[in-house]
């Protein structure tokens, strides 16, 4: 099934067909983090993540679904091309809120986009602190964003992904430029949607972004971020209130998936009946 490039710029609110530009990456990246949730609804109930374009249109265009990094920016990649842009997948060591000595798994996949003689890493599907706008790969200053600052540092044999929140950088993830074929994809989406270790499989995860914020909700914990580091949080101890914030507010569409979602959150513990 061919990429259905219209329904998908209808679905974040981009009209006409715009040309492989910087500024068109920077307005779908944009949009999509705007318009598509970052979710983790089918590891959380045991449902298949499968890859193929027809079920990532099916679900995060027809649906009115989100999803994690794979689904989002597969996805998003298919879109790039079929627009034009020279684009690739990469993937990463994912060390937000973990250890910089940890051996972690590349579990994490975002895109290398070759634009004007200059390559950009464009990313649609990290969660919590996805970069809002493309970043230059070859520059080492702060790169400003509609939201926080981020910036791209090589290190020995792999490059460093920071982010500043007030006046601290901190690292998100790790990367190098290696091809990856759709096999390593499909390995790494199979390690963080199936296997019993997976935070996806044991937690409720949700991101959206706004223009001047993000939305993040892990389990019962809904948070609003803003780019100075500060944030407001709040305790969303019921299985029908995280239901209807994921509707409302994250803009996931849970035709029948709500009855299942609150059942399965009740019974795993992550919130009261």
């Given at each position: 099934?061919?990429l259905d490039?219209?329904?998908?710029?209808?679905?974040?609110?981009v009209?006409?067909?715009p040309?492989?530009?910087?500024?068109?990456l920077t307005?779908?990246?944009q949009?999509?983090?705007?318009?598509?949730?970052?979710e983790?609804?089918?590891?959380?109930?045991?449902?298949?993540v499968?890859?193929?374009?027809?079920s990532?249109?099916?679900?995060?265009?027809?649906?009115?679904?989100g999803?994690y990094?794979f689904e989002?920016?597969?996805?998003?990649?298919?879109v790039?091309?079929a627009?034009?842009?020279?684009?690739?997948?990469i993937?990463a060591r994912?060390y937000?809120?973990?250890?910089?000595?940890?051996?972690?798994?590349?579990?994490?996949?975002l895109l290398?986009?070759?634009?004007?003689?200059?390559?950009y890493?464009?990313?649609?599907?990290f969660?919590?602190?996805?970069?809002?706008?493309?970043?230059?790969?070859d520059?080492?200053?702060?790169?400003a964003?509609?939201?926080?600052?981020?910036?791209?540092?090589?290190?020995?044999?792999?490059?460093?992904?920071?982010?500043?929140?007030?006046e601290?950088?901190r690292?998100l993830y790790?990367?190098?430029?290696?091809?990856?074929?759709?096999?390593?994809?499909?390995?790494?989406?199979?390690?963080?949607?199936?296997?019993?270790?997976?935070?996806?499989v044991?937690?409720?995860?949700?991101?959206?972004?706004?223009?001047?914020?993000r939305?993040?909700?892990?389990?019962?914990?809904?948070?609003?971020?803003?780019?100075?580091?500060?944030s407001?949080?709040?305790?969303?101890p019921?299985?029908a209130?995280l239901?209807t914030?994921?509707?409302?507010?994250?803009?996931?569409?849970?035709?029948?998936?709500?009855q299942p979602?609150?059942?399965s959150?009740?019974?795993?513990?992550l919130?009261?009946?």
């Open positions: 099934m061919p490039l219209n329904a998908y710029l209808k679905r974040i609110h009209d006409g067909v040309a492989p530009t910087l500024a068109t307005t779908l990246q949009r999509h983090l705007q318009h598509i949730a970052f983790n609804l089918n590891p959380l109930l045991g449902l298949p499968p890859l193929d374009i027809e990532l249109q099916h679900k995060l265009v027809q649906q009115g679904r999803g990094c989002n920016n597969l996805l998003f990649m298919a790039l091309e627009l034009g842009f020279t684009v690739r997948g993937t994912v937000w809120n973990a250890p910089e000595d940890a051996q972690l798994p590349r579990s994490h996949m290398l986009v070759e634009l004007d003689g200059q390559r890493l464009s990313d649609v599907g969660g919590g602190m996805t970069p809002t706008a493309p970043l230059r790969l520059d080492t200053t702060a790169q964003t509609p939201l926080e600052p981020f910036r791209v540092l090589p290190a020995e044999d792999h490059y460093r992904l920071e982010v500043c929140l007030g601290q950088w690292l790790r990367f190098d430029l290696m091809t990856q074929w759709p096999i390593d994809f499909e390995m790494a989406n199979w390690y963080v949607s199936c296997h019993p270790n997976s935070k996806f044991n937690n409720l995860i949700a991101v959206r972004t706004e223009d001047d914020c939305h993040t909700l892990l389990n019962t914990l809904y948070t609003v971020r803003y780019p100075d580091g500060s407001d949080k709040q305790d969303i019921t299985a209130a239901a914030l994921l509707a409302e507010t994250f803009q996931i569409d849970l035709t029948d998936l709500q979602l609150e059942a959150l009740v019974g795993k513990g919130a009261g009946s």
